[in-house]
């Protein structure tokens, strides 16, 4: 199985963007779809969105507004960027390989939190 | 938007006891019901797909049943590594969504 590792500040600014990178190893970004999940503090699991090598995109109606997803095939990466966070995006954030929808493989999750 | 709703929200129960968890969906999502198991401080972890399909490595004491808006999760015998919280997710429609959980705890 492939191993995810999710990087980016752990530490956001009110009103600016989050940005999130998840490494692929152990296996090609090419052949699945991926997806990001979050959770914030002592609470369930919210779907963000996911991406395809080809760069096609499927957002949350709840993120779509603010939400890009990107990927970099030639790095085994993609990314997430949530434009004008508040302190409700505060929580940890997943990436995870999909498999028809579900998520059979997952990093271990970056705590991000929104704060001046 | 499919709502999910997972009973009880606390289940306490001893080892070697059998578990029953519940998951209703607010419309059918026909089998396309997952289910997956977090530890505190891990990422969930795939137990189920597809409502009764164990994902790989998962032991047989783990099963899943139903259809339409309503399903079950079973562990058979608990073991002490399976105390952990719950969550079901359906992938019928979009977007996906997670039920609120089911935190089973040691009795």
């Known amino acids: 199985q492939p191993h995810l590792q999710e990087s980016g500040p752990g530490l956001v600014k009110p009103s600016e963007t989050l940005s999130l990178t998840c490494t692929v190893s152990g296996g090609s970004i090419s052949d699945f779809y991926w997806s990001w999940v979050r959770q914030p503090a002592g609470k369930g699991l919210e779907w963000i969105g996911r991406i395809y090598k080809t760069g096609r995109t499927e957002y949350d109606p709840s993120f779509q507004s603010r939400l890009t997803m990107s990927v970099d095939t030639s790095k085994n990466q993609f990314s997430l960027n949530l434009r004008s966070v508040t302190a409700a995006d505060t929580g940890l954030y997943f990436c995870?390989?999909?498999?028809?929808?579900?998520?059979?493989?997952w990093g271990k999750g970056t705590t991000v939190t929104v704060s001046s | 938007e499919v709502v999910l709703t997972q009973s009880p929200a606390t289940l306490p129960l001893s080892p070697g006891e059998r578990a029953t968890l519940s998951c209703r969906a607010s419309?059918?999502?026909?089998?396309?019901l997952a289910w997956y198991q977090q530890k505190p401080g891990q990422a969930p972890r795939l137990l189920i797909h597809d409502a009764s399909n164990r994902a790989t490595g998962i032991p047989a004491r783990f099963s899943g049943s139903g259809s339409g808006t309503d399903f079950t999760l079973t562990i058979s015998s608990l073991e002490p590594e399976d105390f952990a919280v719950y969550y079901c997710?359906?992938?019928?429609?979009?977007?996906?969504?997670f039920g609120g959980g089911t935190k089973v705890e040691i009795k």
């Open positions: 419309q059918s999502v026909g089998r396309y």
């Open positions: 997710q359906q992938r019928t429609n979009w977007p996906p969504t």
């Open positions: 995870a390989r999909n498999f028809y929808y579900f998520l059979d493989v």
